[in-house]
């Protein structure tokens, strides 16, 4: 490090009870327990923690879970994917949240301006229950915005993909899709180009994805909640098509048993008509 | 058997009223330009009923007139008495400005009569219009009270009671008058034999059916099969944002009218009418993905329509028209609100999945939303298609070519196995790409369009192959037998 100092300056906006200056005027009797009370704050982060305390879903990849807050995708908020080109594997990444999402809660997984036609058979085969899927296709990019934020602050979606005209979106669209996200308690994820990397956004979580090998991509978090961004996690999908695999053999499992059950259980109504007939002294 | 009578004291007024955006003081004259009926603010000005136009106008240069309108209240009448018909199977209109209710059939579930005459009350007040309920053994006597606002029939005075004119004349009301006998208790009181001699068997049978010695059968209405109502704005209106008014008048009437019928609306049509008259109104159809019943639900997308429609430059008639007409389902809550299992919780999210689908569609069209559905076939074209989000339907549809014959489940259950690697992108229709930008990695997979299909891709034989473009995206690319490489997906 050398003589070199780091400073860093950390802006927070108190609300609370207590503020820093009301902290700073107390009487100095008990200067440690001031200090204390002003670390305790919620809204101060201290640069050596990661956040664990928000709900997440775990992304299906080890790897990446690792790194994320709270070890998976936020429940509620703004995630950015920035891709180096349509086709990275950015779908790859998101089918087990969307799988994850689709089969526990009963709320839309919404597509808004896709560039593409999803492909229902394979992403069924990842384990998304298709008939969750909501595919909008608006024709004007306020149209969009308004869809994504009309979606977002519904409440009846889990997980909303957003395609927006990148030259048209402003730092203060992806504040408003923000607070839309939270209200409707869903995750709504933007795919952007690698180069919207320089400009400015709100979303809490952004993730650089960039091709590797074969069945591989390299994530770089940009922007995370409660930590420094990290650059060049491998994520192999192959890790993921094992878990696919499993989960289908054990639905196959599952629907076998239920039709066993079905199969064996008995006919009710000759059950409660047999006393009746077999009672004495019951004219008929 | 207990009848409710129910009086709309201000309706020849409250019917222009209800259609005017702008508050001024209002009166309605009849035929021969003498004022019938003032409002609040008319009568706080010191008009009063019986005077003439000319001496109305002069209190007041502001003042707005109608000349009355007996059909136009009939109608109204009409749509109230539809509106009540949540309270009684029997409902029967007394014009002018009454309606008699049989209740005593109603009143287990609503409680006592005194309640259902304030619920009833309150569905008026709702629609716009002042009411007063009384009830009585007879719809007669009933009514009566309504029309007086008396709680017994001492206090009816007999003018009120006229409330046919074959009931009593205005030449019986005098003569009785004169003896003395100002309320219709007091008239029910004199010996009936001597009336009889004095005025006619005419008053005897109205006093026979009041007091309920003489059967008094009451024409039930039958409620309209369908709903229609019109509003004739006194003034053109120009902008969307003045229209939500009368538009909100509208629906809180077709609220009511569905919920005395028990039905729910999937789709309602608006019809803009310009006031030249030459040119062509505008139609406005809404659309719901389940039947809705309040004035809120209609209300919410009907404005996100609104916004994206181009609406004449000055609207004059407005009209609602409800179509797709349904059963009502009404929402079943659960007892404890924890417990979110059950069809019902399913339901209520059906609904609220279905409100999105409805602001979406309103707003960007019919056709932007979608869903996908998979299909039982082979090619990545036709293994699977969109449909509307929300029908209910198999989530997989049977291809025509493995319609019959018992392999069906085993060819199901083998195909992911069967079926190479699959993109989760789709191109549709496939893009041509030059060979010299991929790096194949896996393949070929033979895939042969059917020849029995038809069309432009029949029998068309594509060998699959996993490649690697030259930017790093994995697809899915396949070639012709004519050599021509095309991207169909990414992975």
């Known amino acids: 490090m050398g003589g070199r100092l780091i400073l860093y300056m950390h802006t927070v906006t108190l609300s609370g009870p207590m503020s820093i200056a009301t902290a700073m005027r107390r009487p100095p009797n008990r200067p440690n327990a001031r200090l204390a009370d002003l670390l305790a704050h919620p809204a101060l982060w201290q640069a050596g923690r990661l956040d664990t305390a928000a709900a997440a879903t775990p992304s299906g990849f080890s790897a990446l879970d690792a790194h994320l807050p709270g070890g998976g995708w936020p429940q509620a908020g703004l995630a950015e994917l920035l891709l180096a080109t349509a086709g990275v594997g950015e779908l790859r990444l998101l089918a087990p949240l969307m799988a994850a999402l689709s089969r526990q809660q009963p709320r839309w997984v919404a597509w808004i301006a896709p560039p593409f036609v999803p492909y229902a058979p394979a992403l069924e085969a990842q384990g998304v229950q298709t008939d969750r899927l909501l595919l909008v296709h608006p024709a004007t990019h306020p149209q969009t915005l308004w869809a994504l934020e009309r979606a977002g602050r519904s409440g009846s979606c889990s997980l909303i993909l957003g395609w927006l005209d990148e030259r048209r979106l402003r730092a203060a669209d992806t504040r408003r899709l923000k607070l839309a996200a939270h209200q409707g308690n869903c995750l709504i994820c933007l795919f952007r180009p690698a180069q919207a990397a320089a400009r400015s956004s709100m979303a809490e979580l952004r993730l650089r994805l960039t091709p590797a090998a074969a069945d591989c991509v390299t994530v770089d978090i940009r922007k995370r909640r409660g930590g420094w961004p990290v650059d060049g996690i491998r994520v192999p999908f192959a890790e993921r098509q094992g878990a696919v695999a499993l989960q289908a053999q054990l639905d196959r499992w599952r629907q076998w048993l239920g039709q066993r059950q079905a199969m064996s259980r008995p006919v009710g109504l000759e059950h409660d008509r047999e006393p009746a007939m077999g009672r004495p002294g019951v004219v008929h | ?491």
Not at chain 2, 243 to 271: K, N, S
Request: some cysteine.
């Open chain 2, 1 to 491: 058997m207990l009848w409710l009578g129910i009086h709309f004291p201000y309706l020849p007024l409250e019917v222009f009223t209800r259609e005017s955006v702008r508050q001024a003081a209002t009166v309605v004259i009849d035929a021969g330009g003498r004022v019938v009926l003032t409002d609040a603010a008319a009568a706080a000005a010191g008009i009063a009923p019986g005077g003439t136009l000319a001496s109305a106008h002069s209190i007041l240069p502001a003042l707005d007139h109608h000349r009355r309108d007996p059909a136009r209240e009939q109608r109204r009448l009409r749509l109230l008495a539809e509106a009540l018909y949540r309270f009684s199977a029997t409902v029967s209109l007394a014009p002018p400005g009454g309606v008699m209710l049989e209740i005593g059939a109603s009143l287990k579930l609503f409680g006592d009569a005194a309640h259902l005459a304030g619920q009833a009350e309150a569905v008026c007040r709702d629609l716009g219009h002042e009411a007063r309920a009384r009830w009585a053994r007879t719809p007669l006597a009933a009514l009566a009270l309504a029309r007086a606002g008396a709680a017994s029939l001492d206090d009816v005075p007999l003018a009120a009671a006229a409330i046919e004119p074959a009931h009593l004349t205005a030449e019986q009301i005098e003569r009785c008058a004169n003896m003395g006998v100002r309320t219709l208790g007091r008239l029910l009181a004199l010996p009936r034999r001597e009336l009889a001699r004095r005025f006619g068997d005419g008053l005897i049978g109205y006093l026979a059916r009041l007091s309920g010695d003489r059967a008094d059968p009451r024409p039930g209405i039958r409620p309209a099969e369908r709903f229609r109502s019109t509003l004739h704005l006194l003034e053109p209106l120009a902008s969307k944002e003045a229209i939500v008014f009368p538009m909100q008048r509208l629906l809180t009437d077709l609220q009511h009218w569905l919920v005395a019928r028990q039905l729910g609306a999937e789709q309602i049509r608006w019809l803009f009418v310009p006031s030249g008259g030459s040119r062509q109104a505008v139609r406005l159809p809404v659309r719901f993905s389940a039947a809705q019943q309040s004035r809120d639900a209609f209300l919410d997308i009907t404005r996100l329509a609104l916004a994206e429609a181009a609406l004449p430059a000055d609207v004059i008639d407005l009209t609602l028209e409800a179509g797709r007409l349904r059963p009502w389902a009404p929402d079943s809550h659960g007892l404890f609100p924890h417990q979110a299992g059950g069809a019902t919780a399913a339901d209520g999210n059906i609904q609220a999945l279905g409100r999105l689908v409805d602001q979406l569609q309103a707003r960007l069209g019919r056709d932007a939303c979608c869903g996908l559905v998979i299909r039982d076939q082979h090619t990545p074209e036709r293994a699977w298609v969109r449909r509307p989000p929300l029908e209910r339907g198999p989530t997989l549809l049977r291809g025509p070519t493995l319609q019959r014959g018992p392999t069906l489940q085993r060819v199901r259950a083998a195909e992911p196995a069967a079926a190479g690697r699959r993109p989760l992108w789709l191109f549709d229709p496939p893009r041509a790409v030059r060979r010299d930008r991929l790096t194949l990695l896996e393949g070929p997979e033979r895939v042969h369009t059917g020849w029995w299909l038809g069309g432009g891709e029949a029998g068309q034989a594509r060998d699959y192959y996993v490649a690697r473009e030259h930017d790093g995206a994995q697809c899915w690319v396949f070639v012709d037998p004519a050599e021509q490489w095309f991207l169909h997906g990414y992975f």
